[in-house]
T-cell receptor
Framework: EDKVVQSPLSLVVHEGDTVTLNCSYE??????LLWYKQEKKAPTFLFML????IEKKSGRLSSILDKKELFSILNITATQTGDSAIYLC?????????????FGTGTLLAVQP | DAGVIQSPRHEVTEMGQEVTLRCKPI?????LFWYRQTMMRGLELLIY????????DSGMPEDRFSAKMPNASFSTLKIQPSEPRDSAVYFC?????????????FGSGTQLSVL
């Protein structure tokens, strides 16, 4: 059965800290690994990764994929209270008639002033 | 672009009642997904459509759940009869070419509470 596992489940840090969120996946027909941020309601897109070893970066956030070890990390440097959210990892299953994203349960990040 | 539009935003109902959730995807998106989010299980895919045709409904919990997409701009998720364990946030999402290779655009969700 396809699955995506995230760790830690929750994390409390102080402003200015650097955090690393982990995501491992087992997907039959892997196509992509995506990260989303969920603050209040709808998840919003952060990154999509398809190739190993190539870092994607957006401001203080960055992410990398390891297709050999089947995992990805999301790094946030110099955290701010506005980074407090649930971070979701999803893996794309793309084979035959299947074309869908499978989500992990998320990491709840709380950044304290 | 208005984005994915879901209604209602909140729904409170009593056990045994029928619940209908509605979704309007982004125009031009060929894929529509229904997800359910709970604290225990996270975001679970219930069903998805491609060009209005249901492709994978293996995530639909049981026969009480049904989904339709009568045209490219409208989909419904129906629960009949509803039960307290159905309480969750239900999200609709759409994409141009499918979830696996492209980001999804999510609606704001429907918070369902079944008493």
């Amino acid at each position: 059965e396809d699955k995506v596992v995230q760790s830690p489940l929750s994390l409390v840090v102080h402003e200015g800290d650097t955090v690393t969120l982990n995501c491992s996946y087992e997907v039959t027909n892997f196509r992509s690994l995506l990260w989303y941020k969920q603050e209040k309601k709808a998840p919003t897109f952060l990154f999509m990764l398809t190739s190993s070893g190539i870092e994607k970066k957006s401001g203080r956030l960055s992410s990398i994929l390891d297709k050999k070890e089947l995992f990805s990390i999301l790094n946030i440097t110099a955290t701010q209270t506005g980074d407090s959210a649930i971070y979701l990892c999803a893996s794309g299953d793309y084979g035959g008639a299947t074309n869908k994203l499978i989500f992990g349960t998320g990491t709840l990040l709380a950044v304290q002033p | 672009d208005a984005g994915v539009i879901q209604s209602p935003r909140h729904e409170v109902t009593e056990m045994g009642q029928e619940v209908t959730l509605r979704c309007k995807p982004i125009s031009g998106h060929d894929y529509l997904f229904w997800y359910r989010q709970t604290m225990m299980r996270g975001l679970e895919l219930l069903i998805y459509f491609n060009n209005n045709v249901p492709i994978d409904d293996s995530g639909m919990p049981e026969d009480r759940f049904s989904a339709k997409m009568p045209n490219a701009s409208f989909s419904t998720l129906k629960i009949q009869p509803s039960e307290p364990r159905d309480s969750a946030v239900y999200f609709c999402a759409s994409s141009k070419t499918g979830g696996a290779g492209e980001k999804l655009f999510f609606g704001s969700g429907t918070q369902l509470s079944v008493l």
